[in-house]
């Protein structure tokens, strides 16, 4: 019969003897141990390639492109002012509101204007009726040709007079330049303007995005080139192109600014955000 206290004696010298061969003949119960054959380590075939790098050589193609931050802009931030001074009768827009192109947004007071059209208007007519009565005259002889020229020209300076009266008149309306939205307004009804600012308007489709990139990029990114543009709280990215590449670097800092135009049709993004610029290749 085996004896059981021979077993763990038995398990600590199978460990301790692995790598070689140990016959052991023990007389109590006939226990024998068999011959174990070291297990065979199998070498590196150098006929194979190694393909396998650790994780953090192994390139990503699924990484982004260096991001670099930039701030949105509005394209234009315009002062629209008076091109003559007056009292302002009326003012249409406040801050927030949308204008188109050529909106009026402010007039001046312009009595004295449209006076001075109505009395060109009359003028010109009287001169244009009394030449057409006076060529028939000047056809059939009856009139000198002294006569038909003197006429004719009073004719010539009344329409001039009246497109002088008109664009007085207009001076007085005040139209917006470009499509946008009013972001501050100065002036109200009833206040007396020179050459001051009464509205500013900003121009927001398309917005411009500000990158300052380093001086190892300059001649990689080129005007016309796509990049991509990551704004926070926006689940997908805008895409945008390099309008303008500043061709002088700051050496003191060696960065070079980079202007991008983002397309904004629904005013959608406002400007003032902060985001991360990604420069595709291409």
């Known amino acids: 019969m085996r004896n059981p206290r021979l077993i763990p004696v038995l398990t600590i010298l199978f460990f301790f003897c692995g790598q070689g ?19 065979a380590v199998s070498k590196p075939d150098p006929s194979i390639t ?14 982004e492109p260096e991001q670099y931050y930039g701030l949105i802009e509005p394209d234009k931030l315009i ?67 002294m006569e038909y020229d003197d006429i004719e020209t009073e004719t010539l300076l009344a329409e001039m007079e009246l497109k002088q009266a008109e664009e007085l008149l207009e001076q007085r309306i005040i139209r917006s330049p470009v499509s946008g939205i009013v972001v501050e307004r100065k002036y109200s009804s009833g206040e007396f303007v020179q050459e001051h600012e009464i509205l500013n308007i900003a121009k927001l489709n398309p917005l ?21 543009i990551h704004i926070a709280g926006y689940d997908e990215p805008f895409s945008g192109r390099v309008s303008l590449v500043d061709p002088i670097i ?15 049709k629904k005013h959608r993004l406002p400007a003032g955000l902060k985001c991360k610029v990604s420069f595709y290749e291409g």
């Not at 061969?21 to 297990?39: C, G, H, R, S, Y």
């Not at 190694?50 to 990484?63: A, G, N, R, V, Y």
């Not at 509101?97 to 007039?107: G, N, P, T």
């Not at 700051?250 to 904004?264: C, G, H, M, Q």
Request: aromatic share 6%; proline share 7%; no cysteine.
């Open 21 to 39: 061969q140990f016959v052991n003949a023990l007389a109590d119960d006939n226990l024998q141990v068999t011959n174990i054959e070291p297990k």
């Open 50 to 63: 190694e393909t396998s790098k650790p994780p953090s050589e192994i390139p990503e193609p699924w990484m």
């Open 250 to 264: 700051d050496a003191a800092s060696d960065t070079f600014a980079v202007r991008i135009k983002l397309p904004n």
């Open 79 to 145: 002062a629209v002012s008076s091109p003559v001074p007056g009292v302002l009768d009326e003012v249409k827009f406040d801050k927030g509101d949308r204008v188109k192109k050529y909106d009026v947004i402010a007039s001046l007071k312009s009595g004295v204007e449209r006076a001075s059209v109505n009395l060109a208007k009359a003028k010109h007519s009287y001169n244009k009726r009394r030449l057409d009565r006076n060529r028939d005259l000047f056809e059939k002889k009856l009139i000198s040709q």
């Open 208 to 228: 411009k995005v500000e990158v300052v990139l380093p001086v190892e990029m300059f001649g990689q990114v080129k005007k016309g080139r796509k990049v991509s």
